[in-house]
């Protein structure tokens, strides 16, 4: 079946660093790529929806200057967060979309901001 | 909020019963996906139903899908200690995948 990689599965880093994250899809073309955050015993909350060489669309609630999403490639998305404070310590899991409507979901990258 | 509902939140039984887990949502799908969740892992894609199709079956898995209610229900049949996990359903409307708030279900040896 077809991957996704997300790197890096888990990172530690201080308040008020940028830290990226990447979602490459390793054996398709994605036309989409989503991005989701899931606190612990929660469900994954949508953050954006972002489509090969245009701007993410962002849900309600979420701050495009702070969660930076570029999709430069049809097999490489990135999410970068910026200015990292404790509250934004989660699990960030994206997406990749296949023109047939598949979606394949990377491991999850886990955030912890001292 | 973008999210529905499932219920049980929580769910435990014997090995070897069935378990069977609800969800709502809010909005006109294309399909209803259910995936399952271990602790701290990413996502395991386990059966989508499309919204012209009322049930489906995979090995020990049966969902079912009504859209006049806008609800779904996943059965997990005689179930294993390995089932233990967190089930999600998510519904794919308006090229989103929205998912719901999950049932944490635990299988007692």
């Known amino acids: 079946g077809a991957v996704v990689s997300q790197h890096p599965s888990w990172v530690i880093c201080k308040s008020g660093t940028s830290v990226k994250i990447e979602c490459r899809s390793l054996?398709?073309?994605?036309?989409?790529m989503f991005w989701y955050r899931q606190f612990p015993k929660q469900s994954l909350m949508l953050m954006a929806t972002?489509?090969?060489?245009?701007?993410?669309?962002?849900e309600q609630g979420v701050e495009k200057d702070k969660f930076l999403i570029n999709h430069a490639s049809l097999t490489l998305s990135t999410l970068t967060v910026t200015s990292a404070h404790p509250e934004d310590s989660s699990f960030y899991i994206c997406?990749?979309?296949?023109?047939?409507?598949?979606?394949?979901f990377g491991e999850g990258s886990r955030l912890t901001v001292l | 909020s973008q999210q529905g509902e499932e219920d049980p939140q929580a769910l435990s039984i014997q090995e070897g019963e069935n378990a069977t887990m609800n969800c709502s949502y809010k909005t006109s799908i294309n399909n209803l996906q259910w995936y399952r969740q271990n602790s701290g892992r990413g996502l395991v894609h386990l059966i989508l139903i499309r919204s012209n199709e009322r049930e489906k079956h995979s090995g020990r898995l049966r969902v079912t899908l009504d859209t006049s209610k806008k609800s779904s229900s996943l059965l997990i049949t005689a179930s294993r200690a390995a089932d233990t996990a967190s089930y999600f359903c998510a519904s794919l409307g308006a090229q989103k995948l929205v998912f719901g708030q999950g049932t944490r279900l635990t299988i007692n040896p």
């Open positions: 972002s489509n090969e060489g245009s701007k993410a669309t962002y």
């Open positions: 054996d398709f073309q994605a036309t989409t």
């Open positions: 997406s990749a979309g296949r023109v047939t409507g598949e979606l394949f």
